[in-house]
Structures are given as structure tokens and as C-alpha cells.
């Protein structure tokens, strides 16, 4: 506020020197002061007139004519007096001018000029780089309605005399997203690209935000920043959420299976989010083979026997065999060693043989392998469980707590 009150003042100044010029330039060039002396001159005029017509013989009361100059004269020294008063008067009002002129002017402006909407911008301004912050932290507990708002006037701010700030840039795409603003959002990541194409962090939420324009042009330059962004980094798991999601919304849906079993390999069933994308497979694998419903998928639960000691790396190996218990498996599938029970659907999506489906047969056991170098192949000392003979749709269980010798 210091630089508001700076210049408020220097406004006050202005008027007020126009206020004093008037007053003053009038005292300076008194009127009245002029007219006195005109009036001097005059009758020394007049005076020597009369001599002049005395001496000629024209007047007979040359004294009478003196006297009636000199009081003629000396009636102007009232009037004298009283522009002395006026420039009193003048001078006195000065004071009273500026004050009302200073309470008129801030009266006014705290009425209609929005200083408290003023100080609040300053205020957000202020705290530009920790609202930014707040909102790039997923983890953050988010920013309110009110504060977005705010965030978005300082950033626009900043911008106009900042405008090769690619960080702010992509923080106003992101803002455009949170608000449906789809046309900022794509305008500010555009440019948050153009001047840091190799920042994966803007190359993502540039794809992003295209995929949400709805243009099929924009949506396919998005999928090619994607695959570019997982070119640079495979384990990269924003890009392979964004590359699910765009294969989910295009029908692509072995696109989309692939991208979250990746992604379930690398977060581990430990994670949170690990069950959010079992069902988002499954919901995949339904619109890919809309028969393939619950009736025709295995639910495995796999728990772990207290005996066992987990090694520091490795897989779990999950199969699924003809209820003859031939070592031949029908469906596999891999997950990653961590905690336990282990939840994982198997169905046809998981068959070895395209000949034999999962889905074709009537009974089958589940086995479990704990694999620490991953060779296939069973070995003496790995752990293994094996399930009781279940059909599908049925809830399968099962225990590794067994060791091959």
C-alpha cells in the first residue's frame, strides 16, 4: 500500500497548487492597488489643468475646484481598505479549501474505489509462491474457491509483465482445469510448452489438458506427448494414467489394460490405489469382451503362511490349472512380491493358450509361487500354495505356506 499512498498524495498536491495559485495570483495582481494609483495620476492631471485654465482667466474658484479633487480622491482609500480584506479573506480560505478537498477525495475513493479489493490482491500477491506451491502438491489438502480466484488474478498479473514465466504458465492451465476453463487451460499450457518443451512436468499437463479440449486433432497430439513423455521415463505413472485414460475414452481398451497393469507393477498391492485399478481393468475387459461378466472371471485372495520369510526382491507367480492338476497352466499372471492377502482377477485377458480359455473351463485350482529370480521354472526351497478346486465366479483362496524340496 505504501506506493497507493505515495501517489494518492502526489494527486492531493496537484490540486491543492491549483487551488493556492488562483488565491494567490489574484493577491499578487490586486486590482484595487491599480485603481489607486490610476486614480493619482489623475488628479495630478486634473490639477494641472486647473493651473493651466487659472492662468488663461477660464475659472473664478480655483480652490473650491482643488478641494473637490482631493475629496474625490480620498473617497477611494475605503474601497482600498476593504480589497486589503478581501485578499485577508482569500488567503483565510485556503486552509479550509485544502481540507475539504483531501476529505472529499479519500471520502470518495473509500467508498467506490475498492480498497479493500485492493489490499486482498496485494495480500494474494504477496503469497503468490506459497498458493502456488499448495496447489502443485498432490498432496495438499487443496485450495478453496475463493483463494483459486484470487490465485488466478495474481497470476494473470504476473504474467502480463512476466510472460516468459513457463511455471506460472502451467499453473494457470492447471487452474483452467480445475475450473473447466478448457480454452485458457489449453492457451496457458501451450505456452508454458513453447518455452520448456523438455520439462515432462508441463509435457504432461499440456497432453492433459488437449485430451480435455475434445478436438480429435488435439487428443492425438496429446496420445504422441504421452508416448514421448514414456519414451523418456517407462515408469512414469502420471503419463500412464493419462495414456490409460485416453485409450479407455477411444475404445482402445487393450491400450488401457496395458497401461494400468503397468502401473500396477509398479506400484506394488500394498498401494492404495492398486484396487482402484483392478476395478478399472475389469471395467475395461467388460467393455472389451462385454460376455467375459463375472461368471466367466476367478477373484484370487492370496495370503501368506506365518513360516514364510518374504526375500528382499522377487515376483509372485499366479496360475491357474485344469482341476486334473496338470502342471500345465491354462492362465498366468505375474505380481509384485509386497504385502499380503493379494487380491488379483484373473479371466480370459490372462490365458496362455488363445486355444484354451479360461472361460471354457468348467473347474480348475489356483497355485501361487513365490519366484526370486524370474526363471518359470520351479526350484527346490520356493514357497507355493495351492488352491482347493473352484469354478468361476467363485471366490478363490488359497495360502503359500509350502516349500518345494
Known amino acids: 500500500m505504501t506506493l497507493f499512498w505515495i501517489s494518492t498524495l502526489a494527486l492531493i498536491f496537484v490540486g491543492v497548487f491549483f487551488i493556492i495559485l488562483p488565491l494567490w495570483k489574484a493577491r499578487a495582481q490586486d486590482d484595487e492597488a491599480r485603481r489607486d ?13 486647473l ?6 482667466g477660464l475659472v473664478n474658484n480655483q480652490e473650491e475646484l482643488i478641494t473637490e479633487l482631493k475629496q474625490s480622491l480620498l473617497d477611494d482609500i475605503p474601497v482600498k481598505e476593504k480589497a486589503q ?9 485556503i486552509l479550509p479549501s485544502i481540507i475539504v478537498l483531501v476529505a472529499i477525495s479519500y471520502g470518495l475513493y473509500f467508498k467506490f474505489g475498492s480498497i479493500d479489493k485492493v489490499e486482498k490482491w496485494q495480500e494474494v500477491s504477496a503469497r503468490l509462491p506459497e498458493l502456488s506451491q499448495q496447489l502443485l502438491d498432490p498432496e495438499s489438502a487443496g485450495l478453496t ?13 504476473k504474467l502480463y509483465h512476466e510472460p516468459d514465466d513457463a511455471m506460472g504458465w502451467l499453473l494457470l492451465g492447471r487452474i483452467g482445469m480445475m475450473n473447466r476453463d478448457i480454452d485458457t487451460s489449453v492457451g496457458a499450457m501451450k505456452k508454458a510448452y513453447a518455452l520448456k518443451p523438455k520439462d515432462t512436468e508441463i509435457k504432461l ?8 479440449s475434445g478436438n480429435e486433432a488435439k487428443a492425438e497430439q496429446a496420445k504422441q506427448l504421452l508416448r514421448e513423455a514414456l519414451r523418456e521415463d517407462s515408469t512414469n505413472l502420471r503419463a500412464l494414467s493419462l495414456l490409460a485414460f485416453y485409450s479407455f475414452e477411444n475404445q482402445d481398451y487393450k491400450g488401457a489394460i496395458s497401461a494400468w497393469k503397468a502401473m500396477q507393477m509398479l506400484i506394488g ?15 475395461a475387459q467388460s467393455k472389451l469382451n462385454p460376455e467375459a461378466t463375472l461368471e466367466k472371471q476367478a477373484p484370487v485372495t492370496i495370503n501368506l503362511g506365518n513360516n514364510v520369510q518374504l526375500p528382499k526382491q522377487g515376483f509372485v507367480i499366479v496360475s491357474i490349472h485344469p482341476a486334473d492338476g496338470s502342471p500345465m497352466p491354462i492362465a498366468a499372471a505375474r505380481a509384485p512380491l509386497s504385502r499380503f492377502p ?39 526351497g ?22 518345494y524340496q
Open 269 to 283: 498391492p500394498d498401494d492404495s490405489r492398486y484396487e482402484m485399478l483392478v476395478r478399472s481393468i475389469e471395467r
Open 382 to 403: 520356493d514357497w507355493y500354495g495351492e488352491s482347493e478346486v473352484s469354478t468361476l465366479g467363485e471366490n478363490v483362496s488359497l495360502s503359500i505356506d509350502k516349500q
Open 37 to 49: 494609483e490610476l486614480n493619482k495620476a489623475f488628479y495630478k492631471d486634473r490639477l494641472a489643468e
Open 342 to 380: 493379494l487380491k488379483i482377477m484373473m479371466s480370459d485377458e490372462n490365458n496362455m493358450i488363445e486355444q484354451r480359455k479360461l472361460s471354457d473351463m468348467e473347474s480348475f485350482i489356483v497355485r501361487a509361487r513365490i519366484d526370486q529370480d524370474g526363471n518359470v521354472a520351479t526350484k527346490s
Open 145 to 157: 474457491d475463493s483463494e483459486i480466484r484470487d490465485i488466478t488474478l495474481a497470476l494473470r498479473t
Open 205 to 212: 499437463g499440456y497432453a492433459q489438458s488437449l485430451m480435455l
Open 85 to 93: 480584506q478581501d485578499s485577508l479573506n482569500a488567503r483565510l480560505f
Open 51 to 56: 493651473e493651466e485654465e487659472d492662468a488663461e
